[in-house]
Structure formats: C-alpha cells, structure tokens
C-alpha cells in the first residue's frame, strides 16, 4: 500500500505523503501558490491555525467524498486527503478572505517600520506588500503597549505583536522554563511575564528569531542598522550548547548580529544558543562558510551582497562602481 | 505588567488545602491543571482577589509554571487581579438587562455609592463594575455579589438602596464557598 | 397548554431533593437503562427520538453520540454544557436551580449509553448557587446508590463531577470547554480532531447541553417514539424557551416544538403579549448570536406562513428573512428600543468575549464596536453602514470557532432589516440622541408573495 496521496493546488498535482498539510503540500510544490503563514512554524508543534492567513478553498475534499469543504480552512491544519483539489489564489473568495485578514492584522499594529530593526526581514510587511490593500479603513486609535525589556539582551514591543503564539511555543519547546505567555484575552491579550522578569536560558534569543513581526528584537542589534545594509554570510563554530551553525550579519568588517539560518519561508533551520547569538560577534569566533542565499522577495536581497554584477544604478556611475567593487572585496576578504 | 510581585505573603490553611486535595482528586492521575480554576475561585473567596503571590503558590501547589496561572487568571473575568471592596456589584450590561434598565441601575450605583466602576469606596466595602451577560435575562435587570454569587434580580433604585444598605449593616464576615 | 417533559414537576414543592424528585417517578429511566437496556439501545432511543442538541448548533444528539471513538483501553468522557452564557438564554440555570436531579438523572443515562465512567458538569463560574444545589443532588443520588460503583447492581460505575468555569462566555464553544475544564484559557481548538476522537484530556468525549441531557430521561422513561410525536417534522420534543424584552410574563417555557410565534409571545400562556401595551418591533428568537428580525418578518415567513417555533420554520428563507432557533434565547423588543444601540450593546459583547487567538474575531470584533459606538452617538458616517457589513463577512466563517459567525450575524442582520434606522442615526444625529427611531414601518403587512414575484 502506497502511503503517498495525490492532492492539487491552483492546477498543480503533487504525490505527498499522508498526513501531510496542505500548507506543506503547498510548499513542495513552491512558488505563488504556497500560502503565506505568520502564525504556523513547522518546527514549533501545535504552532498553526490562528492568524488565519493561509486558508485556502477545498473544493474537493477527496476523490472517496468529493464535496467540497462548507468554509474557507487554515491550510497549515488541513491534513491533504487522497484526491484533494485546493484553490489558493485561484479562488477569489480566499483572496478576499485573506485580504480582510491582512487589514485586520494591520489595524492595530503601528506601522513604524521606519524605526523597526525588523524592517525588511517582516513577515507582516510582505503579507501587506503581496496581499493587503493600499490604505486602511480603521479610523480609531490604535492599541498601544509599553516597551519592555525581557532581559538585558530581548525588547518586547507589544504593539507590533500579532499574537501568533510562536514565541510561547518556542519557549515551551526549546526552553525548560517559559516564563512569559499570552495574558489577558481579546484584543487586550498580550505576550507578557506578568511580574516584571527577565528570560533567562540558554535559547532564550530564539523567540527573536521565530517571531514574524518586530515584537520582540535583539536588543544588541538594536538601531544599530537597517538589515539590508547587512550583508549575512553563514558560519560555525564548534559550539558546547548548540549545533553552532548560523548566520553571521557583517556591515563592513563588523559583525553586528548573529541569527540562525533561516530558509526561504523564514523558518530558522536549526534553533542556536544565546552564547552564540549574543556574545560571538568577532570574525576569527567563527569559520565563515559563504553568503548566505536569501529569498528573492526579500530587501535584503536587493543590495545584491553575492554577486558582483552590482545594479543599474551603480553600474552607469563610474565613482559608484569603485566603491561598490572595494565594498564587495572588503566582504569577501573575510 | 507589574513591577514587582505583591508582598503580602499567603499562607493556605489547612482547612483550604484539603479542599485543594479534594478538588485535585476529581481528575486522572497528572491532570492536576484542571484543578486550577476550581482552586482560584476558593482562593478569592478567601483572600477577595488573587495576588500574584497566592498564583504562585497555586502553581507550587499544583506543580505548574507560574506563567500558567497568570495566563488562566488573567484570561477570565471573574478573578479580581486587584483588591476589591469587600462586596463586589456585579450588574449584567448586556441586551436584555439593557433594554430594561441596567445602565440606568449603574448610574444609580455609581451615584449611590460615589465611586467609578472599578473603584472601592472609601470604607472598603463596595466596589462595582458592569458585566457581561449573567443568564438572567428573564428577571433583568440582575445583578450578582461573589463570593457565594447571589443574584439579585429585577432591580429598581428602591431595591438597590435596600440592598446597600443591608450590606453596610451586615458585620459578619461573607459566606465561603464550600 | 403543551405538554410538558422537562418541567412537568417543577412547582411541586421541594422537587429539588432526591425524596420529592423519587417519589415524582425520578430516576426510573436509571433503571430502566441500566437493567433493560445496552449502552447501544439508549444511544438508539436517543437517535430516533430526533433529539437536537439544545445548546445552540441543534446538531441531533443521537448522531454526535454515534461518532464516539471508542478505542479499547481508553477512557471515555461526557461532559455537561452549563456554561450558558448566550445573551438571552438562562433556561439551564432555572432548570438546574430547581430540577437539579434531572440534570443528574441524565447524567446517569447519557453517561451509561456513552460508556463513560467520570463525567463532568461544567458550570460557568458565575453559577456558584447551582453548582451548590448540583453537588448536594449528586452526594443524595450518589448515597441512594445512583451514582458511584456498580451502580444498581449493574456493573457500571460513574463518578459525577461539578466543574466552575470563570467567566468566559467562549467556553461554551465545546473545545473552549474542554480547555478550559483541563486548566487552560479557553482558546478554542483548530478542529479536527473532534472531541468525539480527542476531546478531554486527549480522549473521545462528548459534549453535551444541559437541556439536551436532561432531555434523555423522558425519551427513555416514555420511549422515542413518544417524544417524536410531539414537533414538526425534524423539530420532535419540548423546548425551554428563555422569554426576556419588554414582555409581559418573561421566564422559561417549556414549549411543544411547532407552536407559532405568535401564540409565544401572545398568548396569556407564555409571555402575555408585549409589556406597557406596546407594539413589538424585533426579536431575536435564539440567543443574541442568531439575526434579529423585524416584527413582521418573525411572526410570518417570506412567503406569508405563520412562523413557528420549530428549527425549520424559524431558519425559514435563510438569512435572507429568516433566523434560527439557536439555544431559544427569546428576546423582544418593543417600539421605543433602539436597534443600533442593542446591535452596539451585542457587539460589546462579542468583542469583550473574544479569546483573541484567531485574527478576524480578535480586531473585527472591537472595530465593528468602535464603528457601532459611533454611530449610536451620532458621529457616524453613511459609509460606516457599508464598512460593517463588510467587516462582517470578513470575520464571518473565516475564524477558529463560531463566535466569529456569531459576532458578525446580529451586526449584519440588524443592518439587513432596520438600515432606515441605521441611517437616520446619521442623517439626524442630534434627532437620534433625543428619542428613538420608533416602530417606523417593521410591524407592517408583508408584501404578499405573489407582488414580490408576479407571475409575468
């Protein structure tokens, strides 16, 4: 007996193995028909279901019971059926439904990315980008938190927070000791310790990188820069706690911020130890292994950090084109 | 957020802690949590709000994280995260009461009693506030005082005079839950 | 005067103790269940008995029951639904109040067709007297050797327990229960797993009504059939109906299924008509999530029936012109109340009990308060009328559980039936600050069929 079923998404059939979501059915088949997600995170169990940004249509539940399913559903919790076929942005109806979700993840956030260290790695500022509308038609004030510091290396800005539970799900999973958690509920629920304390633990610094918004930043990064003036590279380093491998964020010869390795859906590929994230920021820490390739769709991507063809701008400007090549030599001297 | 926990310490008597063993005692073995907010309302009823001190040791009782029962205490209605007066008004603001009065029943409180919804009068013993729907729309306007939840029903301005000052005259201490 | 199934005892004084209860013909359908029945022939009385789940949804209970995992070595739950909390529903705590061993009596039953040997009644914490009243009718059927081991010397055992929940009208969302009965916030679950395969600590459960409970012991003691008699069609039984509004007698009726409306609200039986001599303007027939109706339209459906008090009948023309019979939260309202102000006041609600887990419900529901807000007070926008049915569809079906869908309805359906007056309220808002909107034209005659659809 094959354990493979055959689903189909916008027109495209995939053999996946059952039990498999259709988000992640989605996702081996890659490109514009894979579902945005801000709250699932596949390495976080029980993560999913909630922003509600990736429902998709069945309208086939299976090729046993054909009908299709009565309401929109959260592809990250759908397991795919034998014979399943899934509109995503073929459906207009799952458009609209995920353009009303975007507007109401942004009524209530503070739209500061300007002065956000999350600016340009957001997940939230590419769900707006791809699926929002212009302009917003919430008129009201806006629900507004306290900044704390959780700790003397994480800052929560609850007020960009969209409550995707990631970072409770990691400190539960990763973590021996969750100290912070959604309190209060509704639209006044929030990420909090309750009585003012720091996170402390070894992988603490992983909250920062699961979380999909600039709720919660590296504190040692903080306005230090804008990410896509930084250029990642991907190192290791023979690490006691962790598995070592990360992403190293030089500007110029500085390292000004350690992540884990992310892959094209944002999702850190192996989770690191503060000691790493926090307190190895010298070259000479760490065997450098490359660039680090980021998604096209990213800005970071758009500073063109590896490769030498520099942009069109750069390229007609004779004096532009000498600092850019000393800018790549300097980065790849490391 | 608070800055710092609260400092009054709590100390279960033991008289509580065997209605905790009690209540633990209705669920399989390791699923003491559903215990949790049986035992809240018994620490309330107790203290007449819970403190973050009393959650933790709630969470030392029932070997939970603290962050548990803050996030379970925070989440529903009825715990009292700050001190209260000694009776709590509780008047349903909810459609049907509304349509027969209850926003007129609050205005009268809060005159009555000079305080805004939230605030203890100065003597200590009355706070009120508006709730959501208590399922007694059929005797609207309603209102409830914990710890024993009585209800109060049908309410007019000669009730609720009658009934504070019933209450300023009660000295003995409030009924416990069992 | 209908028959009555459920509350037939409930003036006989001191019915809520065991003796008065027993001598009433109380806990028969224990004994008959467990001497002359198998757990599979009750579930089947109850299956044809056409009982619908009474919370709400009206999903036939005997089915729900049908779906029961019941994997070997497992254990089994059924867990009562007293959370009632649906704005203008407060049967459940009457009959628990004074019948509360109907409510065990059930229990028993329910709990004996389902296999399950610890069962649980989930309170919401604000009904502290009823989970007094509960624990001391248990401790009586439990020393009359109803409850406990080998129960009636049948080999089965169940232990009954009352659970206080906190204040959360989401917990009556059964998997919002089910956390919450474990400790936990009340998010609701991303289903499936249904509880029926992994409810109550990770094992098959159900989860019940008050009312859909108690309902068992009479389809057992007088057989389904018998219960089926009563209604129309796929309506079969008695009902508690929860009467408030601006009515003459509000309280709870148990009523035979199919009565008309009318015949509810007038009639000196039930609610004696509308109070202060009146004129009804709008009801809302099941609980504050169902939509709210014109006058004309919830006495007659679209096409000129007498409407009835029956799940079809009420749900009669779809959202289009119809309703539901959601939990029989039955709320009137007469020509002096102010449809944008009760919307406001329900949407309060919904945005002050969303969990806040799902984005639609958690920002929908506040914006939808805040543009509702305005309007009341007279700082509304033409615009806003559009804006609010759009924010309703899209929090409608898009969120985890149905408090979405029942958030948006009462929003939409007010807007459906009674945009004159949501408009009034913003062409003259110093008008609508100063008195009400009135009874306007929403008692009138429907149109007749045959001129909404002439022939040719």
């Known amino acids: 007996m094959s354990d493979k079923v055959k689903v189909t998404i916008d027109g495209i059939s995939i053999d996946v193995d059952a039990g498999t979501s259709i988000l992640n059915a989605a996702r081996q088949i890659g490109g514009d028909i894979v579902p945005p997600a801000m709250c699932y995170y596949s390495k976080l169990q029980g993560s999913g279901g909630k922003c509600r940004t990736c429902l998709v249509k069945v309208s086939k539940g299976s090729e046993k019971d054909p009908r299709p399913m009565p309401k929109l559903v959260a592809s990250c919790r759908t397991t795919v059926m034998d014979g399943m076929e899934v509109q995503n942005i073929t459906s207009p109806e799952v458009v609209e439904a995920r353009k009303g979700v975007v507007e109401m993840l942004l009524i209530n956030h503070p739209l500061d990315c300007p002065v956000c260290d999350q600016a340009g790695e957001c997940h939230l500022q590419d769900l707006a980008y791809e699926h929002g509308s212009e302009a917003t038609r919430y008129e009201f004030e806006r629900r507004t938190f306290d900044r704390i510091d959780i700790g003397d290396k994480i800052q929560l800005h609850m007020t960009r927070c969209i409550l995707c539970y990631r970072c409770v799900f990691t400190a539960d999973q990763i973590t021996n000791n969750r100290v912070h958690g959604i309190l209060g509920r509704g639209d006044a629920a929030e990420i909090s310790t309750y009585i003012e304390k720091a996170i402390e633990n070894d992988f603490s610094g992983n909250i920062i990188d699961v979380c999909p918004v600039g709720a919660l930043t590296d504190k040692t990064f903080r306005f230090k820069n804008r990410v896509w003036f930084t250029k990642p590279v991907d190192a290791h380093r023979d690490c006691p706690t962790c598995s070592g491998k990360v992403t190293l964020w030089y500007k110029g010869e500085d390292v000004i911020r350690v992540t884990a390795r992310k892959d094209e859906y944002g999702e850190v590929e192996e989770f690191i130890c503060n000691t790493c994230r926090f307190d190895k920021k010298k070259t000479n820490e760490w065997v450098i292994e490359g660039p680090r390739k980021i998604a096209n769709h990213s800005v970071i991507s758009a500073n063109h950090y590896e490769q030498l063809g520099p942009p069109p701008v750069i390229r007609k400007n004779p004096a532009l084109l000498e600092a850019n090549k000393e800018q790549f030599e300097r980065s790849t001297k490391l | ?178 | 005067m209908g028959r009555k199934l459920l509350l037939e005892h409930i003036n006989v004084p001191g019915i809520n103790s065991f003796e008065v209860y027993r001598q009433k013909g109380g806990y028969r359908a224990v004994e008959k269940a467990l001497k002359t029945l198998t757990p599979d022939e009750v579930v089947e009385e109850v299956k044809k008995s056409g009982l619908r789940g009474r919370g709400g949804a009206g999903f036939p209970t005997g089915m729900k029951w049908s779906f029961l995992a019941k994997p070997d070595g497992v254990p089994r739950y059924l867990v009562c639904n007293g959370d009632e909390s649906e704005p203008g529903t407060f049967k459940d705590r009457y009959l628990m109040t004074h019948i509360p061993h109907l409510l065990i009596e059930g229990m028993i039953v329910s709990s004996f067709a389902l296999g399950a040997n610890t069962s649980y009644i989930y309170l919401r914490g604000e009904m502290m007297p009823q989970i007094r009243i509960l624990e001391k009718a248990i401790a009586e059927a439990k020393n009359a050797g109803f409850l406990g081991k080998n129960i009636l010397g049948s080999g089965f055992d169940l232990e009954l327990y009352v659970q206080p929940g906190g204040g959360a009208y989401i917990c009556g969302e059964e998997t919002a229960l089910i956390e919450s009965l474990e400790g936990k916030r009340g998010n609701p679950r991303i289903k499936p797993p249904f509880p029926a395969i992994s409810g109550l600590y990770n094992c098959p459960t159900v989860v019940n009504n008050v009312e859909s409970i108690a309902a068992t012991v009479p389809i057992i003691n007088d057989g389904a059939d018998e219960y089926a008699k009563i209604g129309i069609g796929r309506s079969t039984g008695t009902k508690l109906i929860s009467a408030s509004g601006n009515l003459n007698r509000p309280g709870v009726y148990e009523i035979e299924l199919g009565i008309p409306v009318e015949e509810f609200i007038y009639s000196d039986q039930y609610c004696g008509g509308i109070a202060n001599g009146k004129r009804l303007k709008a009801v809302v027939a099941g609980g504050s999530s169902v939509p709210i109706l014109p006058a004309n339209l919830i006495l007659k459906t679209i096409n000129g029936d007498n409407r009835l008090m029956t799940y079809e009948s009420l749900a009669d023309g779809g959202f289009a012109s119809g309703t539901m019979l959601g939990s029989g939260g039955f709320v009137a309202y007469d020509e002096d109340q102010c449809i944008v102000r009760n919307t406001w006041n329900f949407s309060r609600f919904y945005h002050h009990e969303s969990c806040g887990q799902c984005s639609p419900c958690r920002e929908g529901t506040g914006w939808m308060e805040k543009v509702l807000h305005r309007l009341e007070y007279g700082h509304g926008k033409l615009s806003d009328i559009d804006l609010l049915v759009d924010v309703s569809k899209k929090i409608e079906g898009n969120t985890i559980c149905p408090l979405g869908d029942a958030a948006a309805w009462p929003v939409a359906s007010a807007i459906r039936h009674f945009r004159d007056e949501f408009e009034w309220h913003v062409t003259h808002p110093k008008e609508a600050m100063e008195r009400n909107y009135g009874l306007a034209n929403y008692a009138d005659p429907l149109p007749k069929p045959e001129d909404l659809h002439p022939v040719n």
């Open chain 2, 1 to 178: 957020m608070l800055k710092i926990s609260d400092t009054e310490d709590v100390i279960f008597s033991p008289e509580l802690l065997s209605k905790f063993a009690e209540i633990v005692s209705r669920y399989p073995e390791g699923r003491q949590k559903s215990a949790l907010l049986p035992i809240l309302h018994l620490v309330q009823a107790q203290y007449g709000w819970v403190s973050s001190i009393a959650m933790d040791k709630v969470a030392d009782y029932l070997e939970l994280k603290p962050i548990e029962v803050y996030e379970v205490a925070t989440f529903y209605t009825m715990f009292f995260l700050k001190p209260q007066g000694k009776y709590v008004l509780e008047v349903c603001r909810t459609g049907p009461c509304s349509i027969v009065g209850a926003e007129r029943i609050m205005k009268y409180i809060e005159n009555k009693l000079q305080v805004k919804e939230g605030e203890v009068t100065e003597d200590g013993l009355f706070s009120w506030r508006g709730v959501e729907c208590l399922a007694a729309c059929g005797m609207a306007p309603v209102l409830q005082i914990g710890p024993d939840y009585t209800y109060y029903e049908n309410l007019t301005e000669a009730k609720i005079d009658e009934l504070i000052d019933s209450l300023r005259l009660k000295t003995v201490d409030k009924p416990q839950i069992n």
